[in-house]
């Protein structure tokens, strides 16, 4: 199962944001979206999780998701945006919850399934609390255990695929570290087989470390989708960030490591 | 995939937990009907005169056995009062609802029909329709039908002008979205005002009633046209509960998780452009209730809509039956308008609420 793109091509106006990008996520991995500012990341995110019109096809286990309900689109993607703002008073459990207050989950299934999310983030400690007062990093860890949750809301047998959008950006070292490794889990555990992620990065050396696959884009167009070791070139990386970098290799995983140049 | 969830050892505390959050609902729900309850008694046995409490029996018994004819007293309780009681328990729960819906959808406490011009226009639509229809044959028996329709109508376009007015970049901005209800408010007023001058005997009750409210013309024709109307929105918004929830968490993060978001912002601008309507082309234009109500139940209770809804509309018609008596009782034998009580409660409510959210927001307001 995968989340495709073919000759998906987003216009503002006379300005082209995305130019004709064509590339498949398979369920099970963990894909990078990586580029400048401005290259689109966003934008694609966007066309990926419906949000967004475009021209070309965007399927999602093989069915076209222009064709799907705003219902039956959450029942197969949930989607993490860059910042999430809430004015009321909630408090952490009842966000989680909220990733399924669609589904006719039983009470007791639903704080299950609540606890087991939190857990994964390593928010179980906070669960009690208002929401507004938690950290940016600790609101940050709250909406990725709301969107694993509604991963595990409703009950078929397709595959499901996470958009995060950044969701390192708030984060501490650790919890970087952490959150990574805990999706990348998720994507390869052998039970949960059929979940694959697209997660916008910044920092290259986690996208080296963390995923099975990165895709490489500047100023609206694919320069690469494959994996680390063959997207994180020396002279592609100059070439598509304008940086100088030195390309190690990480002393444990042998996956390139990139140094900058000063 | 499977997703049965696994049994985890603290299943027992969760659900300990979660029935005494049950028990605290229940608690809340059943104090609210006790207090609606008391109030209602209240009104009906509180009058200009003198209050006796026995009084709601009394003339229940005498319309029970048919006496009421015979005594004045128990007729002005079962024709006038008990109605403007009811009355002004459906109008102050049409007010909170809606008050709450429309924060929900614009995901910000400071929404209030009153303060967005929504009441406003209900006023300048009921108006028009009572100046112009009186000359109407059919408006001898349908009038109180047309002045709700006239006003639902004028809810409804006040309502969606703000929202289009206040909507940036498809995204409702809470400072143009006052701003507009600002602009939408002086508007209708003008109207009114304007209007009412036409009728120049009667100008300045219309003008006093309509902009500052009042219950006095309640009568078992306008509870019978307002509680189904009520019972109706508030059923349909209680229906779209889970969606108004999720809605908090960002228009895009609802969208996400399923909610079509259009569409229901959509069906609860209707639905409370409905409510209002119904509530203003009999009391008027009554402040503040929709902005003090769910704040004080988000304060107390829960912010969840699947308590806030029944909540506010048990906690708004509760307000403004106190607020009616009160207003029957502070002048006596004068009344004060209902709309200048609720107004002296709820402005410093806004302010204070203003200054909250300065200090949350920063320049975001």
Redesign the interface.
Known sequence: MSLRAENLTVRFGNKIVLDDLNFVCSSGEMTAIVGENGAGKSTLMNCL?G?LNFEGLVTLNNRPIKSM???Q???YR??L?QH???????DVR??VR??L??TSLS???Q???I??SLKLVDARQFVNRDY?KLSGGEKQRVQIA?VLA?L??????H??FLLLDEPTSALDLKHQYAILSMLRELCSAAS?R??GALVILHDLNLASLYCDKVLLLKGGTLIKHDTPRIVFEGSRINDTFGINVFIDSHPDTQQPYLVPRI | ?Q?S????S??LA??SR?LAQNRKRLIELSFLVFIVSSITWMGVAIGASKVDFLLPLKAFYDFVSGGLESNVTHNIVANIRTPRVLMALLVGAALAVSGASLQGIC???LADPGLLGISSGAAVGAVIMILFATYLPAFEFAGPYLVSIAAFAGAAIATFSVYHLAQVNGNIQISTFLLAGVAINALCGAIIGGLSFIADDQALRLITFWMMGSLASANWLAVAITAPTLGFVVWAIYRKR?AL??I???E??A???????ERVKNQILWLTALAVGVAVAFSGIIGFIGLVVPHIL?AISD??YRYLVVNSALLGGALLALADIASRMLIAPAELPIGILTSLIGAPFFIGLLIQQKK??GVRL
Not at chain 1, 84 to 90: E, Q
Not at chain 2, 5 to 8: E, G, H, K, N, V
Not at chain 2, 255 to 261: E, W
């Open positions: 999780s949000a309900s705003i219902a689109q959450a029942q949930a989607v945006p999430s703002t809430i004015n009321f008073p909630l009842e966000i909220l990733a207050a669609l009470h007791d299934d704080e299950a399934i606890n087991d507004l709301r509604q595990r809301a409703y009950d078929h047998e595959s499901r949960m059929d979940i | 995939m997703v969830a696994p049994i985890i603290t299943t969760k659900s979660a995901r910000n406490p889970h929830n999720l908090l968490l960002g895009a993060n969208r996400y998780s399923g909610v079509d978001i988000r912010t969840n949350r927001l």
